[in-house]
Protein backbone atom coordinates (compact mmCIF):
# COMPACT_ATOMS: atom_id res chain seq x y z
CA UNK A 1 0.00 0.00 0.00
CA UNK A 2 1.22 3.62 -0.73
CA UNK A 3 0.54 6.28 1.36
CA UNK A 4 1.33 9.76 1.75
CA UNK A 5 4.76 10.45 3.41
CA UNK A 6 3.65 13.01 6.13
CA UNK A 7 5.77 15.09 8.73
CA UNK A 8 5.53 13.26 12.01
CA UNK A 9 4.78 14.55 15.92
CA UNK A 10 7.92 16.13 16.66
CA UNK A 11 6.47 14.89 20.69
CA UNK A 12 4.92 11.75 19.37
CA UNK A 13 4.96 9.50 22.07
CA UNK A 14 6.81 6.29 22.15
CA UNK A 15 8.73 6.62 19.17
CA UNK A 16 11.70 4.18 18.95
CA UNK A 17 13.90 2.17 16.17
CA UNK A 18 11.45 0.51 13.56
CA UNK A 19 12.54 -2.90 12.05
CA UNK A 20 13.50 -1.62 8.92
CA UNK A 21 15.81 0.95 10.69
CA UNK A 22 17.47 -1.96 12.38
CA UNK A 23 17.70 -3.94 8.56
CA UNK A 24 19.18 -0.27 7.73
CA UNK A 25 21.84 -0.44 10.44
CA UNK A 26 22.87 -3.95 10.14
CA UNK A 27 24.02 -3.42 6.32
CA UNK A 28 26.70 -0.88 8.18
CA UNK A 29 27.92 -3.56 10.40
CA UNK A 30 29.25 -5.18 6.96
CA UNK A 31 30.85 -1.82 6.06
CA UNK A 32 32.24 -0.63 8.88
CA UNK A 33 33.76 -3.84 9.79
CA UNK A 34 35.34 -3.52 6.37
CA UNK A 35 36.75 -0.27 6.63
CA UNK A 36 38.10 -1.01 10.17
CA UNK A 37 39.63 -4.42 8.89
CA UNK A 38 41.53 -2.84 6.64
CA UNK A 39 42.66 -0.16 9.13
CA UNK A 40 43.94 -3.02 11.18
CA UNK A 41 46.23 -4.49 7.72
CA UNK A 42 46.87 -0.97 6.88
CA UNK A 43 48.65 0.03 10.58
CA UNK A 44 50.40 -4.00 10.46
CA UNK A 45 51.60 -3.72 7.51
CA UNK A 46 52.97 -0.23 8.42
CA UNK A 47 51.00 1.93 5.57
CA UNK A 48 49.59 3.78 8.69
CA UNK A 49 49.20 7.05 6.69
CA UNK A 50 47.79 5.93 3.50
CA UNK A 51 45.20 3.29 5.71
CA UNK A 52 44.07 6.93 7.71
CA UNK A 53 43.53 8.48 4.42
CA UNK A 54 41.57 5.87 3.00
CA UNK A 55 39.93 5.01 6.32
CA UNK A 56 38.62 8.66 6.43
CA UNK A 57 37.10 8.75 3.01
CA UNK A 58 35.07 5.30 3.67
CA UNK A 59 33.67 6.20 7.03
CA UNK A 60 32.80 9.69 5.70
CA UNK A 61 30.92 7.62 2.59
CA UNK A 62 29.11 5.65 5.40
CA UNK A 63 28.24 7.88 8.12
CA UNK A 64 27.34 10.93 6.41
CA UNK A 65 24.23 8.42 4.44
CA UNK A 66 23.12 6.76 7.77
CA UNK A 67 22.98 10.58 9.54
CA UNK A 68 20.78 11.41 6.42
CA UNK A 69 19.14 8.68 6.65
CA UNK A 70 18.00 8.63 9.92
CA UNK A 71 17.00 12.29 10.89
CA UNK A 72 14.69 11.49 7.48
CA UNK A 73 13.23 8.78 8.73
CA UNK A 74 13.08 10.33 11.98
CA UNK A 75 10.57 13.21 10.52
CA UNK A 76 8.52 11.30 7.86
CA UNK A 77 8.44 7.60 7.85
CA UNK A 78 5.44 6.36 7.30
CA UNK A 79 6.31 2.62 6.57
CA UNK A 80 4.53 2.16 3.54
CA UNK A 81 5.76 0.12 0.41
CA UNK A 82 7.56 2.41 -1.98
CA UNK A 83 9.36 3.81 1.64
CA UNK A 84 10.46 -0.10 2.27
CA UNK A 85 11.36 -0.04 -1.34
CA UNK A 86 13.20 2.70 -1.88
CA UNK A 87 15.20 2.42 1.16
CA UNK A 88 15.88 -1.40 0.53
CA UNK A 89 17.75 0.31 -2.58
CA UNK A 90 19.84 2.55 0.16
CA UNK A 91 20.71 -0.63 1.51
CA UNK A 92 21.83 -2.71 -1.33
CA UNK A 93 24.16 0.83 -2.10
CA UNK A 94 26.13 0.24 1.46
CA UNK A 95 26.82 -3.11 0.67
CA UNK A 96 28.31 -1.78 -2.60
CA UNK A 97 30.27 0.85 -0.98
CA UNK A 98 31.11 -2.44 1.62
CA UNK A 99 32.51 -4.19 -1.17
CA UNK A 100 34.78 -1.40 -2.38
CA UNK A 101 36.12 -0.79 0.61
CA UNK A 102 39.38 -2.58 0.05
CA UNK A 103 39.96 -1.36 -2.92
CA UNK A 104 40.07 1.86 -1.96
CA UNK A 105 43.24 0.77 0.40
CA UNK A 106 44.86 -1.74 -1.64
CA UNK A 107 44.80 0.17 -4.89
CA UNK A 108 43.16 4.05 -3.93
CA UNK A 109 39.95 2.96 -6.33
CA UNK A 110 37.48 4.71 -5.00
CA UNK A 111 35.17 4.30 -8.51
CA UNK A 112 33.03 1.00 -6.16
CA UNK A 113 32.82 2.91 -2.98
CA UNK A 114 31.75 6.49 -4.76
CA UNK A 115 29.39 3.96 -7.41
CA UNK A 116 27.82 2.60 -4.13
CA UNK A 117 27.41 5.87 -2.27
CA UNK A 118 25.87 7.45 -5.26
CA UNK A 119 22.96 4.71 -5.42
CA UNK A 120 22.44 5.52 -1.75
CA UNK A 121 21.88 9.50 -2.30
CA UNK A 122 20.22 9.15 -5.20
CA UNK A 123 17.55 6.39 -3.36
CA UNK A 124 17.84 9.81 -0.53
CA UNK A 125 16.54 12.18 -3.35
CA UNK A 126 13.62 9.78 -3.86
CA UNK A 127 12.62 9.93 -0.38
CA UNK A 128 13.38 13.90 -0.30
CA UNK A 129 10.92 14.35 -3.34
CA UNK A 130 8.49 12.30 -1.76
CA UNK A 131 8.60 14.34 1.31
CA UNK A 132 7.79 17.53 -0.83
CA UNK A 133 4.91 16.15 -2.97
CA UNK A 134 3.07 15.29 0.21
CA UNK A 135 4.23 18.20 2.69
CA UNK A 136 3.44 21.09 0.81
CA UNK A 137 4.45 23.34 4.45
CA UNK A 138 7.99 21.83 3.81
CA UNK A 139 8.46 22.31 0.06
CA UNK A 140 11.22 24.62 0.19
CA UNK A 141 13.44 22.52 2.61
CA UNK A 142 12.84 19.28 1.33
CA UNK A 143 13.32 20.30 -1.95
CA UNK A 144 16.45 21.80 -0.79
CA UNK A 145 17.89 18.57 0.23
CA UNK A 146 17.02 16.98 -2.90
CA UNK A 147 18.67 19.39 -5.00
CA UNK A 148 21.61 20.01 -3.08
CA UNK A 149 22.29 16.50 -2.74
CA UNK A 150 21.99 15.40 -6.54
CA UNK A 151 24.20 18.04 -6.73
CA UNK A 152 27.17 16.85 -4.98
CA UNK A 153 26.60 13.33 -6.53
CA UNK A 154 27.24 15.21 -9.90
CA UNK A 155 30.35 16.90 -8.32
CA UNK A 156 31.56 13.23 -6.82
CA UNK A 157 31.39 11.39 -10.25
CA UNK A 158 33.45 13.89 -11.70
CA UNK A 159 35.96 13.60 -9.09
CA UNK A 160 36.39 10.30 -9.57
CA UNK A 161 36.28 10.04 -13.15
CA UNK A 162 38.23 13.11 -13.89
CA UNK A 163 39.66 14.90 -10.98
CA UNK A 164 43.58 14.43 -11.36
CA UNK A 165 45.57 12.55 -8.59
CA UNK A 166 47.03 15.48 -6.96
CA UNK A 167 43.90 17.28 -6.57
CA UNK A 168 42.18 13.94 -5.31
CA UNK A 169 42.13 14.79 -1.67
CA UNK A 170 41.66 18.54 -1.50
CA UNK A 171 38.59 18.04 -3.39
CA UNK A 172 37.46 15.15 -1.47
CA UNK A 173 37.57 18.29 1.33
CA UNK A 174 35.84 20.76 -0.54
CA UNK A 175 33.03 17.91 -1.26
CA UNK A 176 33.00 16.46 1.88
CA UNK A 177 32.31 20.14 3.63
CA UNK A 178 29.46 20.72 0.56
CA UNK A 179 27.81 17.49 2.09
CA UNK A 180 27.81 18.68 5.58
CA UNK A 181 26.67 22.50 3.81
CA UNK A 182 23.79 21.15 2.48
CA UNK A 183 21.48 20.13 5.55
CA UNK A 184 22.53 23.51 7.47
CA UNK A 185 21.35 25.03 4.20
CA UNK A 186 17.83 23.36 4.03
CA UNK A 187 16.82 23.45 7.62
CA UNK A 188 17.45 27.33 7.41
CA UNK A 189 14.08 27.42 5.39
CA UNK A 190 12.36 25.19 8.50
CA UNK A 191 13.45 22.65 9.99
CA UNK A 192 11.81 19.30 9.38
CA UNK A 193 10.20 17.26 12.36
CA UNK A 194 12.44 15.38 13.53
CA UNK A 195 12.04 13.55 16.86
CA UNK A 196 14.87 14.27 19.74
CA UNK A 197 14.28 10.98 21.78
CA UNK A 198 14.05 8.94 18.31
CA UNK A 199 17.21 10.65 16.72
CA UNK A 200 19.47 10.45 20.30
CA UNK A 201 18.37 6.52 20.33
CA UNK A 202 19.14 5.84 17.06
CA UNK A 203 22.53 7.43 16.93
CA UNK A 204 23.00 4.89 20.58
CA UNK A 205 22.52 2.36 18.50
CA UNK A 206 24.84 3.33 15.55
CA UNK A 207 27.54 3.52 18.32
CA UNK A 208 26.52 0.10 20.25
CA UNK A 209 27.43 -1.27 16.31
CA UNK A 210 29.91 0.26 15.97
CA UNK A 211 31.54 -0.77 19.22
CA UNK A 212 31.38 -4.08 17.96
CA UNK A 213 34.29 -4.10 16.27
CA UNK A 214 36.75 -3.33 19.17
CA UNK A 215 34.79 -6.44 20.98
CA UNK A 216 35.52 -8.37 17.54
CA UNK A 217 39.58 -7.21 18.40
CA UNK A 218 39.43 -8.24 22.14
CA UNK A 219 37.82 -11.79 20.52
CA UNK A 220 40.49 -12.29 18.31
CA UNK A 221 43.12 -11.95 21.18
CA UNK A 222 41.65 -14.44 23.29
CA UNK A 223 41.50 -16.60 19.77
CA UNK A 224 44.84 -15.91 18.82
CA UNK A 225 46.28 -16.65 22.55
CA UNK A 226 44.97 -19.82 22.26
CA UNK A 227 45.67 -20.98 18.91
CA UNK A 228 49.36 -19.80 19.14
CA UNK A 229 50.02 -20.23 22.65
CA UNK A 230 51.14 -16.74 23.40
CA UNK A 231 49.47 -15.02 26.41
CA UNK A 232 47.48 -12.74 25.25
CA UNK A 233 44.82 -12.92 28.09
CA UNK A 234 46.24 -9.41 29.95
CA UNK A 235 45.43 -7.74 26.19
CA UNK A 236 42.37 -9.49 25.44
CA UNK A 237 41.12 -7.99 29.30
CA UNK A 238 42.77 -4.86 28.68
CA UNK A 239 40.92 -3.93 24.67
CA UNK A 240 37.39 -5.35 27.11
CA UNK A 241 38.08 -2.60 30.16
CA UNK A 242 39.05 0.08 27.01
CA UNK A 243 35.65 -0.83 25.30
CA UNK A 244 33.12 -1.10 28.37
CA UNK A 245 34.55 2.23 29.43
CA UNK A 246 33.81 3.72 25.83
CA UNK A 247 30.60 2.53 26.03
CA UNK A 248 29.92 3.82 29.74
CA UNK A 249 31.18 7.16 29.28
CA UNK A 250 29.18 7.78 25.91
CA UNK A 251 25.75 6.55 27.83
CA UNK A 252 26.51 8.13 31.02
CA UNK A 253 24.43 11.13 30.21
CA UNK A 254 22.72 10.56 27.19
CA UNK A 255 21.27 14.19 25.47
CA UNK A 256 18.30 15.39 24.36
CA UNK A 257 17.99 17.34 21.51
CA UNK A 258 16.06 20.76 21.78
CA UNK A 259 17.90 23.46 19.79
CA UNK A 260 18.69 23.30 16.28
CA UNK A 261 22.16 24.84 15.64
CA UNK A 262 23.14 22.51 18.48
CA UNK A 263 21.53 19.68 17.62
CA UNK A 264 23.61 20.22 14.15
CA UNK A 265 26.45 20.22 16.53
CA UNK A 266 25.96 17.63 18.47
CA UNK A 267 24.88 15.35 15.23
CA UNK A 268 27.97 16.28 13.61
CA UNK A 269 30.43 15.40 16.59
CA UNK A 270 29.48 11.54 16.16
CA UNK A 271 31.28 11.69 12.75
CA UNK A 272 34.70 11.98 14.96
CA UNK A 273 33.00 9.37 17.95
CA UNK A 274 31.96 7.09 15.72
CA UNK A 275 34.87 7.27 13.76
CA UNK A 276 37.26 6.97 16.60
CA UNK A 277 35.21 4.38 18.09
CA UNK A 278 36.14 2.28 14.64
CA UNK A 279 39.59 3.00 14.57
CA UNK A 280 39.83 1.94 17.74
CA UNK A 281 39.09 -1.43 17.08
CA UNK A 282 41.39 -1.96 14.49
CA UNK A 283 44.01 -0.25 16.62
CA UNK A 284 43.31 -3.22 19.28
CA UNK A 285 43.46 -5.86 16.75
CA UNK A 286 46.73 -3.84 15.19
CA UNK A 287 47.60 -4.69 19.09
CA UNK A 288 47.70 -8.19 18.72
CA UNK A 289 48.99 -8.72 15.38
CA UNK A 290 51.99 -6.72 17.92
CA UNK A 291 51.98 -9.21 20.31
CA UNK A 292 52.46 -11.91 18.42
CA UNK A 293 55.34 -10.31 16.56
CA UNK A 294 53.40 -10.53 12.96
CA UNK A 295 53.48 -6.78 12.66
CA UNK A 296 55.70 -4.61 10.50
CA UNK A 297 54.92 -1.50 12.25
CA UNK A 298 56.63 -0.30 15.33
CA UNK A 299 55.60 -0.34 18.63
CA UNK A 300 54.64 3.66 18.86
CA UNK A 301 52.55 3.59 15.68
CA UNK A 302 50.55 0.76 16.67
CA UNK A 303 49.83 1.89 20.28
CA UNK A 304 49.14 5.29 18.63
CA UNK A 305 46.12 3.75 16.69
CA UNK A 306 44.76 2.80 20.07
CA UNK A 307 45.85 5.98 21.81
CA UNK A 308 44.94 8.55 19.50
CA UNK A 309 41.41 7.10 18.56
CA UNK A 310 40.53 7.10 22.47
CA UNK A 311 41.96 10.79 23.07
CA UNK A 312 39.55 11.67 20.21
CA UNK A 313 36.37 10.02 21.97
CA UNK A 314 37.37 11.13 25.04
CA UNK A 315 37.19 14.87 23.60
CA UNK A 316 34.02 14.97 21.68
CA UNK A 317 32.34 12.54 24.27
CA UNK A 318 33.09 15.45 26.69
CA UNK A 319 32.02 17.93 23.96
CA UNK A 320 28.67 16.36 23.42
CA UNK A 321 28.07 15.84 27.09
CA UNK A 322 29.76 17.97 29.54
CA UNK A 323 31.48 20.91 28.06
CA UNK A 324 27.72 22.43 26.93
CA UNK A 325 26.19 22.38 30.95
CA UNK A 326 28.48 20.54 33.62
CA UNK A 327 30.50 22.44 36.49
CA UNK A 328 33.52 21.56 38.95
CA UNK A 329 35.93 18.42 38.35
CA UNK A 330 33.27 16.83 36.15
CA UNK A 331 33.86 18.97 33.22
CA UNK A 332 38.03 18.65 33.21
CA UNK A 333 38.17 14.57 33.94
CA UNK A 334 37.65 13.65 30.08
CA UNK A 335 40.18 16.26 28.69
CA UNK A 336 42.47 15.10 31.32
CA UNK A 337 42.14 11.55 30.21
CA UNK A 338 42.65 12.49 26.40
CA UNK A 339 46.03 13.94 27.49
CA UNK A 340 47.22 10.90 29.47
CA UNK A 341 46.10 8.44 27.30
CA UNK A 342 48.66 10.56 24.69
CA UNK A 343 51.60 9.83 26.95
CA UNK A 344 50.57 6.58 27.58
CA UNK A 345 51.46 5.91 23.65
CA UNK A 346 55.20 6.01 24.59
CA UNK A 347 55.39 4.54 27.36
CA UNK A 348 55.53 0.72 28.38
CA UNK A 349 52.19 -1.67 28.37
CA UNK A 350 50.52 1.02 26.09
CA UNK A 351 47.06 -0.90 26.10
CA UNK A 352 47.63 -2.03 30.03
CA UNK A 353 47.89 1.58 31.00
CA UNK A 354 45.22 3.19 28.52
CA UNK A 355 42.95 0.56 30.36
CA UNK A 356 44.04 1.59 33.61
CA UNK A 357 43.08 5.23 32.66
CA UNK A 358 40.20 4.49 31.24
CA UNK A 359 38.86 3.07 34.02
CA UNK A 360 39.75 5.42 36.41
CA UNK A 361 37.96 7.58 34.44
CA UNK A 362 34.53 5.67 34.54
CA UNK A 363 35.01 5.41 38.22
CA UNK A 364 35.54 9.57 38.66
CA UNK A 365 32.48 9.96 36.34
CA UNK A 366 30.41 8.14 38.45
CA UNK A 367 31.73 9.80 41.29
CA UNK A 368 31.18 12.89 39.88
CA UNK A 369 27.80 12.18 38.71
CA UNK A 370 26.03 10.15 40.15
CA UNK A 371 22.86 8.55 38.60
CA UNK A 372 22.86 9.33 34.84
CA UNK A 373 21.65 12.54 34.11
CA UNK A 374 19.84 13.67 30.83
CA UNK A 375 21.59 16.99 29.41
CA UNK A 376 19.63 19.26 27.56
CA UNK A 377 22.26 20.65 24.08
Not at 79 to 92: G, H
Not at 161 to 175: D, E, H, N
Not at 201 to 218: K, M, N, Q
Amino acid sequence: MIRKLLARDTAEAHRVATPLELLFDLSFVVAVAQAAASLHHAVSENHAGAGVMAFCMAFFALWLPWLNFTWFASAFDNDDTLYRVITMVQIAGVLVVAAGVPAVFEHQDYRIVVGGYVVIRLAMVAHWLRASRDNPEHKTCTRRYAAGITFMQVLWVLWVLVAPPALQIPLWVLFMLGELLVPAWAERSGATTWHPHHIAERHGLFTLIVLGESILAATLAFQKGFDSGVNLISLAAASLVIVFSVWWIYFEAPATLHNLRKAFLWGYAHLFILGSIAALGAGLAASVDYDLHISHAPGTTVAAFTTVPLAVFFLCAWYVQDCPGQDGLRKYLLPVGAVAVLAATFGPAPIHVTAGIALVLVVATRLTTGEPQRVDV
